[in-house]
Every structure is written in C-alpha cells, then in structure tokens.
T-cell receptor
Framework: SQTIHQWPATLVQPVGSPLSLECTVEGTSNPNLYWYRQAAGRGLQLLFYSVGIGQISSEVPQNLSASRPQDRQFILSSKKLLLSDSGFYLC???????????????FGEGSRLTVL | AQKITQTQPGMFVQEKEAVTLDCTYDTSDPSYGLFWYKQPSSGEMIFLIYQGSYDQQNATEGRYSLNFQKARKSANLVISASQLGDSAMYFCAIWAGTSYGKLTFGQGTILTVHP
C-alpha cells in the first residue's frame, strides 16, 4: 500500500533562517506531488505541484521554493524565512488521470512551522 | 478558476443525531470532482467522500453521504448518527477541468458533537 511521510513534524525557526521540509512517498511510482499551506483556522492553499522530477509549478508568489530531486521526493525550501511563513504545511500525492478515478489527494502528517 | 464556499464556521450536534454541513461551489467546467475531508485536532487530513460531476447517484460512504444538487451547485455533507469522534474541522474541496488533482479548498466548518 502507498504511504506518505513528511518531516520534521514541528519546527520553530527565527526570521531570516533557512527552511527545508521533506516529503517522501512509498508504494507508488510517478505520482503527482503537492505542497499545501494552512494558516491558523483557515483552509488549505496550494503552493506547489509537480508532475515529475524537476517539474515544479508555483501557484502563488511567495518566499518559498520547491524541488523534486527524485520521483517520490518533494522538498519545500526557503533561504530566508518571514513571519508570514508560519503555518501548517501539508504534502500530498495523487495518481495520474485514469489511474485513480477521483483525483483524490493523500496527505502526509503535516509540518507545523512557527517563525519567531 | 473554481471556488468553494462553506458558510458555517461552526456547527453543533447532539451525539447520535444527523448533521448537514453546507458546501457550494463555483466552476464553469462541466468536468469536476468534489471532496470532503476531515481534519481532527492532530492536523491530518482524512478523505471522507467523493462525488464526480457526471455521477448519477449521490455518493455514500458508511455514515457519510453527499447531497449533490448540481443545478444549485451544492455538495452538502450529511453525517448520520454523529459520534464524539466526529468532532473536527471539515473541508469541502473541488478540482475542475485541467486542474485535476489540484484541489481548491473551502474555509472549513468546525463540527462539535455534544454527548
């Protein structure tokens, strides 16, 4: 069966410090990968998605970047964190069109980032 | 672009009773998918139910059913026989057309189940 893991689970970082959140998927190949952010008490906002190695699309302009160095690895980064980067970050994967009928997203456990 | 509106910031229900969480959507694309996810206080996102725009019947998954009214663009979630463990945040989400897999989420509804 497929699993998705992301880490670290909790992170407290000072303003201006770098960030690296990592996500890996097991049990499937060539997934679509996504990074979402959830501000406190709000819905999820899509930040990045990737359909393959090295293929990243950004949905909103921001202080963050994403990379996909391997098929099942997705990394969210920042060179210098801002206070507004605080939030709950969720990695997710989905199958290709036709492989999973619904386009359902499968989420990781989430990473809670606090920037001080 | 597609949009989801959840107008109920919070809902309360008595244990063992049914509750309906509202969701309306907006898209001009005839092909779309609608989802409901549950987010407990732990933060994980749990898939509950899916409805495709071409599905003829309303989706059901155990105690969850989706009241899909296409003409009104609504996709309300009905939870029957509420349990204390149903207390959580609930999100409605949509993908449409070429945005397959890229879900747009509503703001969520916090459901509290009272004993």
């Amino acid at each position: 069966s497929q699993t998705i893991h992301q880490w670290p689970a909790t992170l407290v970082q000072p303003v201006g410090s770098p960030l690296s959140l990592e996500c890996t998927v097991e049990g499937t190949s060539n997934p679509n990968l996504y990074w979402y952010r959830q501000a406190a008490g709000r819905g999820l906002q899509l930040l990045f998605y990737s359909v393959g190695i090295g293929q990243i699309s950004s949905e909103v302009p921001q202080n963050l970047s994403a990379s996909r160095p391997q098929d099942r690895q997705f990394i969210l980064s920042s060179k210098k964190l801002l206070l507004s980067d605080s939030g709950f970050y969720l990695c997710a994967w989905s199958g290709r069109v036709g492989r999973l009928k619904s386009g359902e997203l499968f989420f990781g456990e989430g990473s809670r980032l606090t920037v001080l | 672009a597609q949009k989801i509106t959840q107008t109920q910031p919070g809902m309360f229900v008595q244990e063992k009773e049914a509750v309906t969480l509202d969701c309306t959507y907006d898209t001009s694309d005839p092909s779309y998918g609608l989802f409901w996810y549950k987010q407990p206080s732990s933060g994980e996102m749990i898939f509950l139910i899916y409805q495709g725009s071409y599905d003829q019947q309303n989706a059901t998954e155990g105690r969850y059913s989706l009241n899909f009214q296409k003409a009104r663009k609504s996709a309300n979630l009905v939870i029957s026989a509420s349990q204390l463990g149903d207390s959580a945040m609930y999100f409605c989400a949509i993908w449409a057309g070429t945005s397959y897999g890229k879900l747009t989420f509503g703001q969520g509804t916090i459901l509290t189940v009272h004993p």
